[in-house]
């Protein structure tokens, strides 16, 4: 068992979601998601830690969260506020 499976106290779904996120300046880009748990995930891509972002996610919903770490092409984000999922028609 790796240091990082010992460390991560929920379960995580090893996924490769597409989804958005919502820039702090409004700016609305395409996003893929994996790692998803109920208190966070992995977003790929390069954000500046301490950012706030809305991430709109597949089966998830949208949310608040912060970028608490990013190396090598790869965030991590905890989320700030329970999901919202929107209603499907």
Do not use: H
């Not at 379960?11 to 966070?40: Q, Y």
């Not at 998830?60 to 919202?84: D, M, N, Y």
Request: aromatic fraction near 6%; charge should be positive; charged fraction near 25%.
């Amino acid at each position: 068992m790796s240091a990082e499976e010992v460390l991560r106290s929920e379960e995580r779904r090893v996924a490769d979601l597409k989804g958005f996120v919502r820039l702090p300046d409004g700016t609305i880009a395409p996003a893929e998601f994996e790692n998803v748990s109920p208190s966070g995930c992995c977003l790929r891509g390069d954000y500046r830690i301490g950012e706030i972002l809305i991430a709109t996610i597949p089966s998830i919903g949208t949310v608040e969260a912060q970028v608490r770490w990013s190396i090598g092409g790869r965030s991590g984000l905890r989320f700030q506020s329970k999901p919202v999922k929107r209603a499907t028609a």
